[in-house]
């Protein structure tokens, strides 16, 4: 197969580690190992734009969206086209929906170029909408709806649209998306990042995690619609039956005071935050942990699930979207009643109590997601969607 130059267009980008982040570095490693052309159009401030850019990335200086810190919108996106027309790519895939996805959109119309666009993201999801939308009813009710036109009317705009699962495929087509320009192509997991091979011992003793002590660990943003409450709740419960549990919250976000002091006034003595773990030790932090917890109700696939399974450890997770089908009961993890703190606590307990049980299936779910496997669907919509224009 002839190499490809692709153009990947993303509102969030480095230093921020999201799970679209996430994705955009890995099959932009993946893709250019195989011989292909990566360029990556993502919004940032000045600070991002002296030190990410280079020849094959550009950072289109926007301003901070100030419940997600972490996404920009670009001011004047639309100089890109230059650097496109320029770079003579043979597509341009919009990673996320917003002011960058929109000049992707335009300018592949402009250009002739055909448009993949990635779902990564629930934005009209009732936690968002609740938190992140207008607080008046009326307006929340109208940006609700125009959200959602804008979602629909962006997205069938695409020649094809991937989305990370099946259950996010459904999804989209009950919302009005042109299910026969819908393709499944999950995030990867790096195998060589995250594996059985790495230890966790350092991390445990910087923490004061005792040898006989076991340890849950939540690895994401600290926002509401991540539901840790529910895992909050848990270890309250759980720390009333045993005293040898210690939780860890690892990420950081808009919520990350709210519950820190949450934690504080239910005198969590065995919740810990960490706040921001850079990528060098997020492995290390897997493989410190003796179980992984996502409460979430949120999740387009779950990608820090299956890091955590990638280093055998059980998920226990929310039975909610994407995160029903990854995780297998009595396989590679248990799955709990959304929102319910004591299903949660109870399957955490069961995790603990085998955990080896669930390690090996853990890896092969993994081993399903690998970065070679998931690349390889990822370039045959492209070259369907080149096939097609």
Known sequence: MDSL????????????????????????????????????????DRKSKKQYSSKNVFIMQGVTFKPYPQYKFALFPYASIIKVSKLDVDLI???????????????????????VGSYHTMI??????????????????????????????FYNMC?????????????????????????????????????????????????????????VLYVGRTSREKKLETMLHAAKYLSKKRNDLKFVICGDGPAFEFYKKSAARQNLK???????????????YYAACDAFCIPST???????ALEAMASGKPVVGADYLA??????NGKNGEKFKPGDYISCSRKIEKVLNNTGLYTQNAVNTAKEFSLEKVTDKMIDVYNLVLSKN
């Open 5 to 44: 130059k692709i153009a990947f267009y993303s509102d969030t980008y480095l230093p921020a580690i999201d799970g679209v982040v996430t994705s955009i570095i890995n099959f932009k490693q993946e893709l250019e190992r195989r011989g292909h052309e990566v360029y990556i159009f993502a919004s940032g």
């Open 93 to 115: 895939h919009a990673q996320t929906p917003f002011s960058m996805g929109l000049s992707a959109m335009i300018i592949s119309k402009i250009t002739h170029k055909p448009l």
């Open 124 to 153: 009209n999801d009732k936690a968002i909408v609740d938190n992140y939308y207008p607080q008046n009813s009326s307006l929340k009710m109208l940006a609700s709806r125009s959200v959602k036109e804008y979602t629909k009317m």
């Open 159 to 215: 020649d094809e649209t991937v989305a990370p699962s099946e259950t996010i495929l459904k999804y989209l087509t009950k919302t009005g998306i042109d299910k026969s320009k819908l393709s499944v192509v999950p995030n990867s997991v790096d195998l060589k990042r995250f594996n059985t091979k790495n230890n966790g011992d350092k991390i445990r003793k910087s923490l004061h995690i005792k040898d006989n002590e076991q340890m």
């Open 270 to 284: 065995n919740v810990i935050f960490t706040g921001f773990v850079t990528g060098p030790l997020l492995s290390q």
């Open 298 to 304: 949120f999740e387009t696939q779950g990608l820090v």
């Open 323 to 328: 995160l029903s089908d990854l995780i297998i």
